[in-house]
DNA sequence: TATTCATCTCTAATCGATTAGAATTAGCAT
DNA sequence: ATGCTAATTCTAATCGATTAGAGATGAATA
């Protein structure tokens, strides 16, 4: 392949038979205005040159190099960076930014990763603005901000807001509410005696979802019985182990509320193995709605993320041009309780 | 925050009383030598002023972006796009590239999506080479590689090969070989009456592991029962309600292969369900080891894809210097069975 | 000491866009 | 027609690096 060469702004403007600068004008729309005589003209010899402006130029002289880059900062990288939750988000994300003309760079940051790396991205200017996602609550990501913010870049937060005070947004999903709605849900099929899975409680969402069940047992005027709070590290396995457990107390519960799909998957093993029914003899409630989820049979409750919308936002925060009328928001979207099979 | 002045070559040349040549020679290790002092001049200033040279200067002129681009065209983008397959790779491919000053860009394709926005990204030049999975059996990707080999950008194929003929490697597992191992362990274990659940069809590897399936039940002289085969679109669900069916035969089968992990585990719900136990009444090999293999009880026996391994060589290739001493070469990766207590 | 050669460093052109500021043209009222 | 303003267009500087070609330095050789 002979690497044809690179066709430039001067071409279609030699095409054209104007300037370079009013192809400039013309291709991004501003900001001064152009004759529609002339606009016609340079769309076609873009069109027909097949033009592209390209991207390190632009970048070099406009400062905009339309590129974001995401940032998971997780404690298990390598398993979990791409997990379904994040992956659907991604996907959407990609899109969404796609469509405004940007493209996504992916770093691959774990919880201890050094702010070199990042500092390194930063300085070499080759990015827009950057996503940031934390599992675990402020203040251990402060000091990433930190950088973050000397360097003047716009970021978005997932999931964990209060990044407030270096001036970033951020985009959070209810995970109370989330635990509210499978709570209440359970309770009000007259379950009494509810246990609940958590996952590992170095994650935020471990720890809204485990409070959000106590607050709810106390809400109902029901005792919170420590036998039935039961952990494991988001681990399937760990849950069913767990479940065995609870299903040999003297008074097992009739209802699990699981901290996450998973979790809840091992929950209902464990129950079908001890040759219980679910939800017979005991319901059970996940979180997060992975796709296995709507699959297995019985089907299992959950409540679903805002995946999607999640990405979308992030995406919409991160391109706009308006930068925060009112200062940074933290944007907290809803979730959703699913009831399906296993409840 | 006030958007501190960047600091650029000019300033670094200035500390360490040099020109930007001999910087730029300095930083970049070449073309040309410098002497043993300037050089640790140049180092520390650089140390000093935190400097990162300009991501789109250098582009422009060095016409090298160090960035990496991968998409993929599969029938399910936004479910399955960043699946636990992909997901994994991923991972390792991010820091694999990053480990060499790379950066890793994601497109947004669908296996229907129109050339365009290739052609746009390969058009601004804001990637060094490219990185493509196909879930299908080339042509129907000719016309892709079509429009990256006229651009005459490095690309790596993952999963298919067949690429030759555009000049571009590829890096696949190796499908047929894991078909092999799971059926000649479960045709070890004494088992004859064996049926394959299989995947999407329209998916390269799902008539891969299906025409495993047959070789190995052709090469140890049983004879291929149709009523045996049967499928669904890679659904657990679908792969549940399949097993039914097996089940329900008047000579149902002492092990199943599924083409997938998935599949398998509604494989695994279906029997269990039916009062039946794994691997006691019928046995169960999967593929893909996803987490929840290892997890689940019993622990699902599978074909361990080399996801990491994959991720890393298409990384290698891809910022390869050397390409291609004696033309591009298909990488087969081996597969690995993980025998587990389902078999 | 003069000459040659290798080594190192500097000057300045260049990559391809964006964008001030100047120049031109068009539109309109006088 | 003429002057004035508004709408367009052009010229050329600029972003921050890389890199050919020229120049300087020092060591080795004659």
Redo the contacts with the bound molecule.
């Keep these: 392949m002979e690497p044809k060469?690179?066709?430039?702004?001067?071409?279609?403007?030699a095409r054209a038979?104007?300037?370079?600068?009013?192809?400039?004008?013309?291709?991004?729309k501003?900001?001064?205005?152009?004759?529609?005589?002339?606009?016609e003209r340079v769309h076609r010899a873009v069109e027909e040159l097949d033009?592209?402006?390209?991207h390190?130029?632009?970048?070099?002289?406009?400062?905009?190099t339309h590129a974001i880059a995401i940032a998971t900062y997780d404690f298990r990288p390598s398993t979990s960076f791409f997990s379904h939750y994040l992956g659907v988000m991604l996907a959407a994300m990609t899109e969404a930014l796609h469509s405004k003309g940007y493209y996504l760079l992916l770093l691959p940051f774990a919880i201890d990763s050094s702010p070199a790396r990042l500092r390194q991205l930063l300085g070499e200017?080759r990015v827009d603005a950057i996503a940031m996602r934390f599992v675990t609550d402020p203040p251990s990501s402060d000091s990433v901000l930190q950088v973050i913010a000397e360097a003047g870049l716009p970021c978005v937060c997932l999931e964990r807001p209060g990044a407030a005070r270096f001036g970033f947004p951020s985009v959070t999903y209810d995970d109370r509410e989330g635990g509210r709605l499978a709570m209440e849900h359970l309770l009000g099929r007259g379950h009494r005696r509810i246990a609940h899975i958590h996952g590992d409680m170095r994650y935020a969402s471990a720890q809204a979802r485990l409070s959000s069940y106590e607050r709810a047992m106390t809400a109902a005027g029901l005792e919170i019985d420590h036998s039935l709070i039961v952990g494991s590290p988001w681990d399937m396995k760990a849950a069913h182990e767990a479940t065995q457990r609870l299903l040999a107390l003297d008074h097992p519960p009739s209802a699990i509320f699981a901290a996450s799909d998973d979790l809840a998957l091992g929950a209902v093993q464990a129950i079908e193995h001890r040759g219980l029914s679910v939800p017979g003899d005991i319901a059970v409630v996940g979180f997060d709605d992975i796709p296995i989820s709507e699959q297995m049979i019985p089907s299992l409750s959950t409540v679903r993320l805002p995946l999607e919308d999640m990405g979308r936002r992030v995406a919409d925060l991160l391109t706009a041009e308006t930068a925060s009328h009112d200062g940074p928001r933290d944007v907290l979207l809803p979730v959703e309780l699913i009831v399906r099979e296993t409840s």
């Design positions: 060469r690179r066709v430039t702004l001067k071409d279609v403007a038979g104007v300037s370079t600068a009013v192809v400039s004008y013309v291709i991004n501003g900001p001064r205005p152009t004759s529609k005589e002339v606009t033009y592209h402006p390209n390190a130029a632009r970048g070099l002289r406009a400062r905009r200017g």
